[in-house]
């Protein structure tokens, strides 16, 4: 008689962009039940948005911290050599008896986030993984709550561009869309201000950064001085004239 094949199951779980209230339900539960928590950092020694976020909702310390390359766009070695490590945690994990591993992940694991390239990575070496994902809000979803801003009304549109493809993409997105969202923006904050006067949408562009937590900065993106962090949003709302005037 065969020996049972183990159950392996790799979850990413959006956490939310950082305020440990739009945490969901499940999310909490998937946390709890796991048999080991990642989180991605920068440093292995400096606590991450997501494990702080992840530590405020769980009773054990199955914690760990996974570090990746996030800011390094143009180091593909170091990308890779990070997505790799954090695969042989998994892996190790699994080793040790774990059956499901959890990775904690800010906003939303399927948007924009390094859960991808984890689960694409355990898949190639643990073919038989069950990959699974719990969503989470994300930072535009935030930032229209926390400014008052309505992302959508009826026929209109909605583009999500990532500033690190250029502001070339920031503009080619206010020209064919109603309501433009900008992510990872800091380095380019002067470039983007530029297409938006350029395009006449500066009035009612809308900046954030860190979302619901201390140092929290929410207001209009023309109003906003100094430097601005990698994790940024940049919104710009649909114009609208009257009530209804989109359905």
Same mark, same amino acid.
Request: one cysteine or more.
């Given at each position: 008689m065969?020996a049972?094949? !183990?159950?392996? +199951?790799l979850?990413?779980?959006?956490? @939310?962009?950082g305020? $440990?209230?739009?945490?969901?339900?499940?999310?909490?539960?998937?946390?709890?039940?796991?048999?080991?928590?990642?989180v991605?950092?920068?440093?292995?020694? #400096? =606590?991450?948005?997501?494990?702080?976020?992840?530590?405020?909702?769980?009773?054990?310390?199955?914690?760990?911290?996974?570090?990746?390359a996030?800011?390094?766009r143009q180091? %593909? !070695?170091?990308?890779?050599a990070?997505w790799?490590?954090?695969?042989?945690?998994v892996?190790?994990?699994?080793?040790?008896?774990?059956?499901?591993?959890?990775?904690?992940t +800010? @906003?939303?694991?399927?948007?924009?986030?390094?859960?991808?390239?984890?689960? =694409? %990575?355990?898949r190639?070496?643990?073919?038989?993984?069950?990959?699974?994902?719990?969503?989470?809000?994300t930072?535009? =979803?935030?930032?229209?709550a926390?400014?008052?801003?309505?992302?959508?009304? @009826?026929?209109?549109?909605?583009?999500?561009? $990532?500033?690190?493809?250029?502001?070339?993409?920031?503009?080619?997105?206010?020209?064919s869309?109603?309501?433009?969202?900008?992510?990872?923006?800091?380095?380019?904050l002067?470039d983007?201000l530029?297409?938006?006067?350029?395009?006449?949408?500066?009035?009612?562009?809308v900046? @954030?950064?860190?979302?619901?937590?201390?140092?929290?900065?929410?207001?209009?993106?023309? #109003?906003? %001085?100094?430097?601005? $962090?990698?994790?940024?949003?940049?919104?710009? $709302?649909?114009?609208?004239?009257?009530r209804?005037?989109?359905?």
């Amino acid at each position: 008689m065969s020996a049972r094949t !183990p159950t392996r +199951i790799l979850v990413g779980v959006g956490v @939310g962009p950082g305020d $440990p209230e739009l945490v969901t339900v499940k999310a909490v539960r998937v946390l709890q039940r796991a048999d080991v928590v990642l989180v991605p950092v920068m440093d292995a020694g #400096e =606590q991450g948005h997501a494990e702080a976020t992840v530590r405020a909702h769980l009773d054990h310390d199955r914690v760990r911290r996974a570090v990746f390359a996030l800011n390094e766009r143009q180091d %593909t !070695p170091r990308r890779e050599a990070a997505w790799e490590a954090a695969a042989d945690a998994v892996v190790a994990a699994y080793d040790d008896g774990a059956e499901t591993v959890a990775f904690a992940t +800010i @906003g939303d694991p399927n948007v924009y986030s390094t859960f991808s390239y984890l689960a =694409q %990575t355990v898949r190639s070496r643990l073919p038989d993984v069950t990959v699974e994902s719990v969503p989470g809000i994300t930072a535009m =979803q935030d930032l229209a709550a926390r400014s008052g801003t309505v992302l959508c009304e @009826g026929t209109e549109t909605l583009a999500l561009v $990532p500033l690190t493809a250029g502001v070339e993409r920031l503009r080619a997105a206010l020209e064919s869309a109603d309501t433009v969202v900008a992510y990872k923006g800091g380095r380019h904050l002067d470039d983007m201000l530029q297409v938006l006067r350029d395009a006449d949408r500066l009035a009612d562009a809308v900046y @954030g950064e860190r979302l619901g937590l201390p140092g929290e900065e929410v207001g209009p993106v023309d #109003e906003h %001085t100094g430097a601005a $962090p990698y994790l940024s949003t940049l919104m710009v $709302p649909a114009r609208r004239d009257r009530r209804g005037g989109k359905l």
